[in-house]
């Protein structure tokens, strides 16, 4: 599928399969308005209050993070497995893990919940972008079974 990141009108024109949002973004249920129920809406969640919110309102799936240290977003501190443990068993949604993750740590998230992990360094910044989404796919299959 593809999703607009934080763009609501944009996913509307485009007619993208969805949208992701922030906090300081839209609601999910602003955007589900907008976009109606066919299509996917995500959103970012740093707390069980947060996540249970968007889920109430729509939401179809939750970003959730930093859980590692990252450099691609600046605004957003470090969440404890802890946090990202209650996020998950508080909802009925997937729930993605996002921030800093590598093929190095990926393995710490086993057992928190998580169905799945979004990136961008851990691919991006490597010399062999393939290789790198292949060994990170592995890792995180043999995660996600621990």
């Keep these: ?44 969640a740093h707390t069980v209050e947060e996540a249970l919110l968007a889920e109430k309102q729509g939401a179809d799936y939750l970003g959730v993070g930093a859980v590692f240290p990252t450099s691609s ?11 990202l443990k209650a996020i998950c068993k508080a ?16 393995g710490k998230l086993a057992g928190s919940g998580i169905c799945g992990v979004a990136v961008i360094s851990a691919i991006y910044a490597a010399k062999d972008v393939k290789a790198a989404a292949a060994d990170l796919k592995a890792t995180v299959k043999e995660m996600l079974r621990a």
């Design 73 to 83: 977003k600046s605004d957003v501190g470090e969440m404890s497995y802890e946090t």
């Design 91 to 106: 909802v009925s949604i997937p729930v993605v893990a996002i921030g800093g993750i590598s093929g190095e740590n990926v």
């Design 1 to 44: 599928p593809f999703i607009v990141n934080d763009n609501v009108d944009i996913a509307k024109a485009m007619d993208a399969d969805g949208v992701h949002v922030g906090q300081d973004d839209m609601a999910a249920l602003d955007a589900r308005a907008k976009l109606g129920p066919d299509k996917l809406i995500g959103v970012s």
